[in-house]
């Protein structure tokens, strides 16, 4: 990946900061967007000490049309050229049921997980396409695969990121730019905590007794996706703990 230029959503923390370090390491120039900029400065410190050729960041808030179409004209300004975008920005909020479920959670879990996905791939395509070469990696989750209780509009939300990949990849066809989603389970990242709402003790009950997936881990993932030849497309990845069997199948070690 070395002098790639590699766009990231949701770069602040958890998969997004650890895919910037991941391509990091391989030499990319990166391209980090999220809302906190604080920490999205010191994730590129980090990336610059790991070996980026360069680190930019700038806000972006993709439940906003006007954010991200400025993040890209300023992005414009860095590089004529996007070679990958790791669409990752996104997550939950609250576990109610349907009967329970709050507007404004259902609103941003769409805003975020699949409108954001919409608008920040067209927005970036113009800097993609006239190269036929690039590549899309969309984070989905095993929760787009499978539903569960108190999910309902966070599985909808993922199950509709999927079908973005899957329709873009057609709509791409013949351009050589791939697209793919890597969908993974538990991971103990920042996600329940803002599922939670800043309960940190509820979320940290999510990850009781059980090894996770790390944030590194599935950083990893994505790296190896992006790094086949690019006659190969992994059109789909789903990563899950050893620990998670199945989505309601989680084995808990119990405590001695
Ligand atoms: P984190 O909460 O640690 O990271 C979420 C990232 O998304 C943050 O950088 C946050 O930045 C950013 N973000 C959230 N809303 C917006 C927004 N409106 N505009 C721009 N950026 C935004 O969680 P994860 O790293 O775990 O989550 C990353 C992705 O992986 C999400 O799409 C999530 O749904 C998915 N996922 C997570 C799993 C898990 O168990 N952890 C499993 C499967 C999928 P900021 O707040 O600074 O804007
Ligand atoms: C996050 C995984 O199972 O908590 O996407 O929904 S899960």
């Known amino acids: 990946m070395r002098n790639r230029w590699v766009l990231i959503t949701g770069a602040s923390s958890g998969f997004g900061a650890a895919t910037a370090l991941a391509f990091a390491k391989s030499g990319a120039n990166l391209l980090l967007g999220a809302r906190r900029s604080a920490k999205l400065e010191s994730v590129a410190q980090q990336a610059r000490e790991a070996g980026a050729a360069s680190a930019w960041v700038h806000t972006m808030d993709v439940s906003s049309s006007d954010s991200v179409s400025e993040f890209l004209t300023w992005t414009k300004t860095v590089t004529s050229q996007i070679h990958l975008l790791v669409n990752n920005a996104g997550g939950a909020l609250g576990l109610d ?15 975020t997980n699949v409108l954001g996905v919409l608008r920040v791939t067209r927005a970036t395509l113009p800097l993609m396409l006239p190269f036929s070469d690039g590549h899309i990696i969309n984070i989905g989750s095993i929760a787009g695969r499978v539903a569960y209780e108190g999910g309902a509009a966070y599985c909808a939300a993922k199950a509709g990121e999927l079908q973005i990949t899957r329709a873009l990849r057609l709509e791409l066809s013949g351009t050589q730019i791939r697209v793919s989603t890597v969908d993974p389970g538990l991971a103990e990242t920042e996600f329940s905590v803002v599922r939670f709402k800043g309960d940190e003790a509820r979320a940290a009950k999510v990850y009781d007794g059980v090894t996770p997936l790390t944030a590194q881990d599935v950083a990893e993932a994505i790296h190896w996706v992006a790094s086949r030849p690019p006659h190969v497309c992994i059109d789909e990845m789903v990563l899950k703990c050893t620990d998670q069997a199945a989505i309601h199948k989680v084995n808990r070690k119990s405590k001695a």
Request: net charge negative; hydrophobic share 35%.
């Open 97 to 111: 049921s349907v009967a329970t479920g709050k507007d404004e959670d259902w609103e941003t879990m769409m805003q």
